[in-house]
């Protein structure tokens, strides 16, 4: 079956560090690969997304480049601000339809 | 961007009572939504599928008798957790979706539930 492994959090880092956020599964078939976002009190929101091999998704100065040879997906970004402080999510999707598989969130804690 | 909401955000009820949760899409018609649980330091765990008007769609061994959902408009559907044990403490969250595209789909803020 499909599954998702994110780093555990919570991450805490200075502002303008620099930002990865691992993330690897495993899935049947070729999966399309999401970052979600969820800030404190809202719901998921989508970050970025990458639908095959090579792909680079991009959005709000985050990366992350779908990397089949390892199964990875790592959230990266290069400066990071307070705002950014959020819950984040890895998720997949195989073989068409709504249903995503989701890791179990990294809580990012960015300071001044 | 498409907004919903869940109601209540929290919500604290006796074991052996039922409890309803509303998912409601603001600002677009949603033909189907999707409930998820969490558990603590666990993953999103989809529940069911629901398209309006027709009967929910249930994952694997998720009690359907016991997670009731109704999808009864495009902007409303409910969760209601029958006969709640402790066991059912839960985060719920729903999302909603307009199309078969997944990227175009929006999730609820989620709501807390404690069973005591």
């Known amino acids: 079956g499909n599954s998702v492994t994110q780093m555990e959090g919570p991450v805490t880092l200075s502002e303008e560090a620099f930002l990865t956020i691992n993330c690897t599964y495993t899935a049947t078939g070729y999966p399309s690969l999401f970052w979600y976002v969820q800030y404190p009190g809202e719901g998921l929101q989508l970050l970025l997304k990458a639908t095959k091999a090579d792909d680079k998704g991009s959005n709000k100065g985050f990366e992350a480049t779908y990397r089949k040879e390892t199964t990875s997906f790592h959230l990266e970004k290069g400066s990071v601000q307070v705002s950014d402080s959020a819950v984040y999510f890895c998720?997949?999707?195989?073989?068409?339809?709504?249903?995503?598989?989701f890791g179990t969130g990294t809580q990012l804690k960015v300071e001044l | 961007g498409a907004v919903v909401s869940q109601h209540p955000s929290r919500v604290i009820c006796k074991s052996g009572t039922s409890v309803k949760i509303e998912c409601r899409s603001l600002d677009f018609q949603a033909t189907t939504m999707f409930w998820y649980r969490q558990f603590p330091k666990k993953s999103l765990m989809l529940m069911a599928t629901s398209n309006e008007g027709s009967k929910a769609t249930y994952e694997q061994g998720v009690e359907k008798d016991k997670f009731l959902i109704n999808h009864a408009s495009l902007t409303l559907s409910t969760l209601t957790v029958t006969s709640a044990h402790p066991e059912d403490s839960s985060f719920y969250i729903c999302?909603?979706?307009?199309?078969?595209?997944?990227?175009?789909?929006?999730f609820g803020p989620g709501t807390r539930l404690t069973v005591t």
């Open positions: 998720a997949l999707s195989t073989g068409g339809g709504n249903k995503l598989t």
């Open positions: 999302s909603a979706a307009t199309s078969g595209r997944i990227d175009e789909q929006y």
